[in-house]
């Protein structure tokens, strides 16, 4: 069972960096969805990550897992497949709610089959297809980002738009899930949660470098992109909020970079007293600190690199229903 971000971590999916890639294709979902912001093609690197990476970045989730399994969580990881992405982000591709587990319709094309290298860890899985066809993506996208990448043609989001809170979803809608994707979630959730949408705050792409849920009533959000509570839908415009100081930027590899700073605020929640931080974000952890959060300062040096930080690398299979 698992409803929200911060109960009692019980069981956990942590990714592996191995064969990670950007495909040498770049088709039109890559393209709109990932890189509408490089003007010219020509300027996306592509092909297998630079070893020193995949080494690095799978030495850092090691000390991530070695961490989670200290604070007696059953910590399990994809099998090392020859993938056509990579299985770094667990969190991307499925969404768990309570007895709900849905292999989302992702809209990049190579990711459509991600799950399956973890498949073996979930509970009962549905898998709900995206099946690609050129009217989902719109190519105005390119250059402009108050131009979201996605149409309405087809449902299609990832499962890292989301992040839970009972019996309350919040749903972006962003370059990597549209307004029909949050209207089959709310049909595959039915009566069991309610799915509200965060709109015109962020394109580029995920919820979890904009709004993190730290235990009921309380949440982390990144002011660069939410102003105000009103910018929040109800009922989360009554919780208490930490605004994000301006985060610690840790590098990235050269040439060689798929997330802005913000993603260093990409915290996970062993409970609700209790997170994983990237080691330099100091003024986030002494903010996190004066709410009674406490702070394990972990190595993640390729977060920015891989694009993922702790939320993104793993899918938290079971808490406890608090």
Known sequence: MNTNEWGQLR????????????????DISLRCVNFADKHDETEIIKGLYPQQVVDEAN??????TNFLKGQGVDVVR?????CAYYNYCPRDSVFIHGELTLATP????ARKGEWKAFEKHLNNPIQVPCYHESG????????????????EFEPAFDAANIIRANDDVLYLVSNSGNKLGSVLLQEALGNTAK????????SYMHIDSTVAFLREGLLLANPSRIKSKDDLPEP???????????????????????????????????????????????????ALEAQGIDCAMLPMR??????????????DVERDVV
């Not at 030495?59 to 991530?64: N, R, S, V, W």
């Not at 994809?78 to 020859?82: L, N, S």
């Not at 040439?255 to 997170?275: D, G, P, R």
């Open 106 to 109: 992702m809209p990049i094309r």
């Open 11 to 26: 069981k956990v999916i942590v990714g592996v960096a191995d064969n990670a890639k950007i495909p040498n294709d770049i």
């Open 195 to 202: 799915v509200h949408l965060l709109e015109d705050v962020y």
């Open 78 to 82: 994809p099998d090392k497949t020859d």
């Open 59 to 64: 030495e850092d989730l090691e000390t991530f």
């Open 302 to 315: 390729h977060q920015r690199t891989l694009g993922g930080g702790f939320h993104c690398v793993t899918l």
């Open 236 to 286: 989360f415009r009554s919780w208490d909020i930490i605004w994000c100081p301006e985060p610690v930027d840790i590098g990235h590899y050269p040439k060689w970079c798929n997330a802005s700073t913000w993603i260093n605020m990409n915290l996970f929640s062993v409970n609700s007293k209790l997170v994983a931080l990237e080691e330099n974000q100091v003024p986030l952890r002494k």
């Open 136 to 151: 989902l993506y719109n190519t105005n996208c390119v250059g402009n980002k108050d131009i979201l990448a996605l149409t």
